[in-house]
């Protein structure tokens, strides 16, 4: 599966499953757009995506604010003159108890993860019917269709990710702009690690709860946002792609 010339935006590309989608995309002939407020990490993958061979073009963007957005969009087009795909895959995870999520915290889930996949969507959108089609991949999770503790806000948020994926790609379907989500089960990145620090039991209860007996890797999922990304997923539009290990078979 190739993607020789696409211009791919994929947001939260410094870490875990952004990081593994851009590798991937840049061995396949993409043209990358990183979007990312980890500068430090940005540039580590934008150094392997450079040695992959792609043109890449990494910019330190929050995508929580929209008037960062609006800045990153007007450089990419500056450099690419136009847009084909967006990896919607940013996260911010408040991870705790149900009782003790605050305001702020529960603003910062919704302003990353629903919000900024909702208008980095309808800013780029435009670009892509200038080029008659275009292909929108959401990052949701197998936590868009159950609960989970200790992420309620992050549940709430997938939720929403999952039928916000339908509702633009019923929309956006006559304009040839393909709208579809992966579901990944638990997958080892560092915001992974981070949450199996602060609960260890999450290690142990994850392993249990897959069939297949493991944790996937970013690997995993970035062959999955290839696929939805290729040209092979010419008639899937509104689907979620479960990648989870069996997760959700119980
Ligand atoms: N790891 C899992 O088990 C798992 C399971 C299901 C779904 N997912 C989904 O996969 C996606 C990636 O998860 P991950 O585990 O690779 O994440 P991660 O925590 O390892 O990396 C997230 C990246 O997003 C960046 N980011 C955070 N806030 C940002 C913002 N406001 N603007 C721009 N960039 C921002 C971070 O700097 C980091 O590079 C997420 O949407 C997550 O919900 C992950």
């Not at 396949?28 to 990312?36: I, S, T, Y």
């Not at 969009?73 to 990896?87: A, C």
């Not at 040209?231 to 990648?243: H, T």
């Amino acid at each position: 599966m190739g993607l020789d010339g696409k211009v791919v935006i994929i947001t939260g590309p410094a870490a875990g499953i952004g990081a593994a989608t851009a590798k991937l995309f840049a061995s396949r002939g993409a043209k990358l757009c990183l979007l990312d407020i980890d500068e430090a990490g940005l540039k580590r993958v934008e150094a392997d995506c450079g040695e992959l061979g792609a043109d890449v073009l990494a910019l330190k963007c929050d995508v929580s604010l929209l008037p960062e957005m609006d800045d990153a969009i007007s450089e990419i087009i500056r450099r690419f003159d136009g847009i084909d795909i967006l990896v919607n895959n940013a996260i911010f995870r408040a991870i705790k108890p149900f009782l003790e999520i605050e305001e702020d915290e529960f603003d910062k889930s919704l302003f990353t993860n629903i919000k900024g996949y909702f208008f980095l969507a309808q800013k780029v959108v435009p670009y892509m019917i200038k080029r008659h089609g275009g292909r929108v991949i959401n990052v949701a999770s197998t936590f868009g269709f159950v609960g989970s503790s200790n992420l309620s806000a992050y549940c709430t948020c997938k939720g929403a990710v999952v039928n916000m994926t339908r509702a633009m790609a019923f929309e956006l379907a006559g304009e040839n702009i393909h709208v579809n989500a992966v579901a990944p089960g638990p997958i080892m990145t560092e915001g992974m690690s981070d949450l199996i620090k602060r609960v260890p039991s999450v290690h142990e209860s994850r392993v249990q709860d897959v069939p297949m007996g493991r944790f996937g890797t970013p690997e995993e999922i970035a062959e999955v946002c290839l696929f939805l990304a290729s040209e092979q997923c010419s008639y899937m539009n509104g689907s979620v792609l479960v990648a989870d290990g069996g997760f959700l078979t119980h």
